[in-house]
């Protein structure tokens, strides 16, 4: 049977738009770039990249390709319902000495999402109320937390018992956190253990 679009014709398009994609795609983008006559048709054209080792799948309805960029697909992943945070802006904002390599933690309003693989990285994935969604800006269709809401996000899961490659409360450079926004920030808790221990924590 003859193919509705050529693989390199195919092939070329991706390459195309890969890098102003960040090597991040979803399904109905995928469709646009094929061109086929058929869903059918699309299918079958990204199950033949999926074989190749052009794409590949990340979870339903994302694929990426060799070079991704991992912060694109944790937001591709929950949309708008969830920013980058914690350890992943501390690291790159140069807060924490730890490079956090192949790793990105983000914060979500879905509950009991569970973190997952793409490829050799990973994207975990923590739960928060939606009164505590907040702190972030968008950068190039990613929600980031700012470096204030990053290092409370740390200290609150922490709190909740989870753990980390770094040590929350030794390895963070506070010197570089504007303490008045944190105060701010901190009127939204209305846990007030929480709030005494991220006051004790940076004031002593």
Not at 135 to 159: Q, S
Not at 177 to 198: D, E, R, T
Request: with cysteine.
């Amino acid at each position: 049977m003859k193919q509705e679009i050529s693989n390199i014709t195919i092939l070329e398009r991706l390459q195309k738009l890969a890098p102003d994609m960040r090597g991040s795609f979803s399904t109905p983008s995928l469709f646009n770039l094929i061109g086929a006559r058929s869903a059918l048709g699309a299918q079958r054209a990204i199950k033949r990249l999926v074989n190749s080792g052009v794409l590949f799948r990340c979870q339903r309805g994302i694929y990426v390709t060799k070079n991704f960029d991992l912060w694109t697909v944790a937001a591709r992943i929950d949309d708008e319902t969830a920013y980058v945070s914690m350890e992943s802006v501390l690291a790159k904002n140069g807060l924490i000495g730890t490079v956090v390599d192949g790793h990105v933690s983000v914060v979500t309003t879905k509950k009991y999402k569970r973190g997952c693989h793409v490829r050799d990285k990973r994207i975990d994935f923590y739960s928060i109320d939606q009164k505590l969604f907040f702190g972030f800006y968008n950068t190039r269709g990613i929600l980031v937390a700012d470096n204030e809401k990053a290092y409370l996000d740390l200290l609150y899961y922490y709190n909740r018992g989870h753990r980390f490659v770094i040590d929350p409360l030794n390895e963070v450079d506070c010197t570089q956190l504007n303490l008045s926004k944190i105060n701010a920030y901190l009127k939204k808790y209305k846990n007030p253990k929480f709030v005494s221990f991220v006051k004790r924590k940076l004031y002593g």
